[in-house]
């Protein structure tokens, strides 16, 4: 499959998130099932800076997860039949490497390492001046897929 870039309005037919939740801007190429990249443009606007922390703004790091997650969900979103479905997002794990301030344009690469039954599996990292400033390995469900996949109530195992 070919890839292609989604602005700021076409990629909310991929993303169940909105604003002031939605942490990308932009994705400049995206290979369905295969991977996304994109951005995060950062200002003192961000709702998140004045309480994160009073006087010494960073980006909280739950919130730079979220921002891979959510381009690693346009990775498998934007595979036909599943633009309406919902996700689930889970971290398994997560490293910090720098901190992440007003201004920065946070450059997001996700991978999928593998997608199979409503799982994926997949990595990300973030970038801020080249580099690296977080990332993550992520586990995303879509439940309507996985449960096709589950045992149903009342079934003999």
């Known amino acids: 499959m070919e890839g292609f870039s989604l602005n700021y309005i076409e990629l909310q037919e991929y993303q169940q998130n909105r604003y002031p939740f939605l942490m990308i801007d932009h994705v400049d190429e995206v290979i369905p099932g295969k991977s996304a990249r994109g951005y995060k443009n950062l200002t003192l606007n961000e709702w998140f800076f004045p309480v994160h922390f009073p006087g010494a703004p960073i980006m909280p790091g739950v919130l730079q997860v979220e921002s891979l997650s959510q381009m ?85 195992q």
């Open 72 to 156: 690693l969900i346009i990775a498998i979103t934007t595979l036909p039949g599943n633009k309406e479905k919902a996700t689930r997002f889970v971290s398994e794990s997560s490293k910090f490497r720098k901190e992440i301030l007003p201004g920065d344009k946070l450059v997001i690469e996700t991978n999928v390492n593998s997608w199979k039954h409503g799982i994926v599996k997949g990595v990300g990292v973030g970038y801020t001046n080249g580099t690296i400033a977080v990332e993550a390995e992520m586990v995303i469900t879509l439940p309507d897929i996985l449960e096709q996949y589950l045992p149903k109530k009342g079934d003999k």
